[in-house]
């Protein structure tokens, strides 16, 4: 890990009604070589409309992310 490679996790705060019926995503991804790289893929999850919750493990190559997909019912 370079010491200049440091990311702030980002924080997201969903109201209740944006975690209502909300689908649990798996993402496979690739490259990740350390910790921040997994915040930064995470903070970018967060940064996408309907993203309530991310949780990206670096070693496993894993996202996992929970969105309120508009037009889709379970």
Known sequence: MDENCHVEPMQKIATAEEQQAT???MLGV?????PN???RVRNSLL????VTEADVD???????????????AP
């Open 47 to 50: 940064g996408l409309k309907g």
């Open 58 to 72: 670096h070693i496993t190559g894993t996202a996992e992310a929970h969105a309120k997909i508009e037009g889709w």
């Open 30 to 34: 690739q490259g990740m070589g350390c």
């Open 37 to 39: 790289c997994a915040a």
């Open 23 to 25: 689908t649990m995503i």
